[in-house]
Structures are given as structure tokens and as C-alpha cells.
């Protein structure tokens, strides 16, 4: 059989191993590889199907409002969303005051047997839990309204962080509060730019509300210390005061629409809270004030 005479100069490829050459004279050339795009987790089929329905709920809500709130539409729409979702969280609310009124009233039973079993801690683990079960609660009963909101402040992060909502334009992205863009966090407008005075003012309010919110929950829902306890000693309070401030510091790295929504949540939870506490005090022997 004739074997095909090669070409100067024309690329070739070996059929086994597909290894381009070129023969003849000139020097070798490759083809570029290809790159596999980065995993996008809003492209997941049931992500994009929430998210889409999402930003249909919050479009429709925000055309009801535009006639009274105008530009600030989609802002208005986020507030009663907010308040939507803290209402139907009410009943959690008071499972979580009860929780505490009786983390409360199992104070000194635990602190009993922190002194019985110091020198045992799989002891006193089991003897603890075995309290909390007989009582029919949980050391992390109260948690559950935070985990229900996060997912909450992840669809509203992701509505005004992409320009695009399965496969059409964001429109949201279109609307401001006060000129200040729903789509822009405090951080990226001081990092990247454009410089945008709306924003700066905004977000001053919604920090130092958060900031005032934070510092009256400090004060007045200050935990009861507990005597030979590693939660009473000085650092450990003086971190768990610093966490109260801490939705501060995230709503600067998350959009505006999503910095709305916390400012709003956060000034709920203390007047929910001020109300529930008078409903179910704490005894005497927990309160801060009584110390």
C-alpha cells in the first residue's frame, strides 16, 4: 500500500493519542485546551426554578406598589416581604421565649451538676442532656428563626447580585432607594466604584440602626452570668457582646436589597422580643438586673 506522502508545513495528528504536529518545516502548534466553566449553583434546575420564582413574586409586588412608592418600589417590596416572613415566624418567636424562659429555670439544676461532675465531662455531658430531654427542651431551642431566615437573605443576595434570572434581564437591578442602587453593597462602592454619595448616605442609616438596635439588645438582654463557667469569663463575654454587632458588619458586604431586609428584621427581633420577655419573664434569680 502507497503511504500518503506528509506535506511540509500542514498540522497533522497522531489518530491514538490525538497529539498534533506539524511536519515538514516550522515549528509545532497545539490547539487550545478547553476550559470547563466554573460550576454555577444558580444554573442547578431547582435553583433556578426558586429563584425564578422569586423574582416573578417580587416583580408582580413591586408593579402593585410603584403607584404610591415609585422608584422605591422594589425597596417597599423587600420591607413587606420582611414583614411577611417575621409575622408567619411569630409563632417561633414565642417558642424560642419559652426556650429561653426555661433555659432560664434549669440555670441552677446545671450549674448543680457542673460542680457534681467538673471532673467527669462525659458525665456531666450525659447528665445535661438527660436534664434538658426530661424537661422536654433543647440547649439549642431558639435557633430556629435564624436558620429559617437565611435562606431568606441567600434569595434576596442572589435576586440583586445577577444580572441575569434564569436565562432573562434582571429588572430588579433598575431600582434605587433614594438614588442608591438595590443591586450595590456598601463594600464594592468604596472598592470598585462608582463613587455614589445615595449609597453612602443609605447604608449610614441602615448601619447605625442596626448599630442602636445592637447595643439596646446588649444591654438589655445581657445574659446572666453563671458562676465557674468558661461562657462567664471576661473574653467570652466580651465576644459574645461583640457578636451582637455582627449583622452590622455583614449587611456592607451584601446588597442593598439584602442589607433592607436585615436592618428591618433586626428592629423586629428586639421589639418581638421586649414584648415576648414581658409575656415570659425570667426567673428572678436569671435576670442580669438581679445580680
Known sequence: MRQATPVPGRRESCAPCDRPFVTG??????PTPR?????????????????????????VLSAALEPVAGTAAAAAAVILVT??????????????ARAEQTRARLAPKLRDLQKRH????ERLQR???????????SPFAGCLPVLLQAPVVGILYSLFLHT???GHANELLTHDLFGASLGTSLVHTLVAGPFSLPTLLVYAVLVTIMIGVAEIT????????????????PGMLRMMSALHYLTAVFAVFVPLAASLYLTVTVAWTLVQRVLLRRRYPLPDSASPTAR
Open 218 to 233: 446588649r444591654r438589655v438582654f445581657r445574659p446572666a452570668p453563671v458562676d465557674d463557667s468558661p461562657l462567664s469569663s
Open 118 to 121: 467538673k471532673k467527669n465531662p
Open 83 to 96: 414583614l411577611l416572613i417575621r409575622t408567619l415566624l411569630i409563632p417561633v418567636g414565642v417558642s424560642q
Open 164 to 166: 441575569e434570572i434564569a
Open 25 to 30: 518545516t516550522g515549528s509545532p502548534t497545539f
Open 35 to 59: 476550559t470547563d466553566t466554573s460550576l454555577d449553583i444558580y444554573a442547578f434546575p431547582p435553583i433556578a426554578a426558586i429563584l425564578d420564582a422569586a423574582y416573578g413574586a417580587l416583580t
Open 127 to 137: 447528665e445535661t442532656m438527660q436534664l434538658y430531654k426530661d424537661e422536654n427542651t
